[in-house]
T-cell receptor, first 116, second 116 residues
Framework: DGGITQSPKYLFRKEGQNVTLSCEQN?????MYWYRQDPGQGLRLIYY???????QKGDIAEGYSVSREKKESFPLTVTSAQKNPTAFYLC???????????????FGPGTRLTVL | AQKVTQAQTEISVVEKEDVTLDCVYE???????LFWYKQPPSGELVFLIR??????QNEISGRYSWNFQKSTSSFNFTITASQVVDSAVYFC?????????????FGAGTILRVKS
């Protein structure tokens, strides 16, 4: 079955610790995205990658980092510099080269991060 | 700048009622794409529809229909004969030209509660 997997589903972190969220897709998609969702708000873009070994900052990249060493994987690290990291994180991917807007983004099940 | 407004924060209906979710967007581009996603309690965003700016035909898919009107910059979503399983958060989103990296701009979402 093709799809996007995110792990873990729930994650607890102590203040001051870095934590990495996993996102893997077997859809053979070129583009991948990370969004953050806070209660009562829409999704906001953190980082995106249109091709392997390339990524760009989204609207709220401060305190986050990513890598794109493989086509199928786009891990997100939430660093201690992120002042309010408790949120629901969603990973998405889309098909075409360089992320054409005609490509629909498909989403993973999300990871809920709580900072204790 | 691009913006999506979903003015209805929460809607409650009784099963079998029809319900319309409003979406108003702002963009500088003449070429753009509009989307609706459904987020059930499990958290994963489910793609419902994509519409490009040159296609103003209304679309119907089962109990779902969409009304796209460029004159009012609106892309409204109607559920006919609502069911309890329709209870979810619904997001409208806008995507612009490739130069902007196929970023999706989301509205804040509308919570739909369908009571039996």
């Amino acid at each position: 079955d093709g799809g996007i997997t995110q792990s873990p589903k729930y994650l607890f972190r102590k203040e001051g610790q870095n934590v990495t969220l996993s996102c893997e897709q077997n859809l053979n998609h070129d583009a991948m995205y990370w969004y953050r969702q806070d209660p009562g708000q829409g999704l906001r873009l953190i980082y995106y990658s249109q091709i392997v070994n390339d990524f760009q900052k989204g609207d709220i990249a401060e305190g986050y980092s990513v890598s794109r060493e493989k086509k199928e994987s786009f891990p997100l690290t939430v660093t201690s510099a992120q002042k309010n990291p408790t949120a629901f994180y969603l990973c998405a991917s889309s098909m075409g080269p360089r992320g054409s807007p005609t490509d629909t983004q498909y989403f993973g099940p999300g990871t809920r991060l709580t900072v204790l | 700048a691009q913006k999506v407004t979903q003015a209805q924060t929460e809607i409650s209906v009784v099963e079998k009622e029809d319900v319309t979710l409003d979406c108003v967007y702002e963009t500088r581009d003449t070429t753009y794409y509009l989307f609706w996603y459904k987020q059930p309690p499990s958290g994963e965003l489910v793609f419902l529809i994509r519409r490009n700016s040159f296609d103003e035909q209304n679309e119907i898919s089962g109990r779902y229909s969409w009304n796209f009107q460029k004159s009012t910059s609106s892309f409204n979503f109607t559920i006919t004969a609502s069911q309890v399983v329709d209870s979810a958060v619904y997001f409208c989103a806008l995507s612009e030209a490739p130069v902007r990296g196929n970023k999706l701009v989301f509205g804040a979402g509308t919570i739909l509660r369908v009571k039996s």
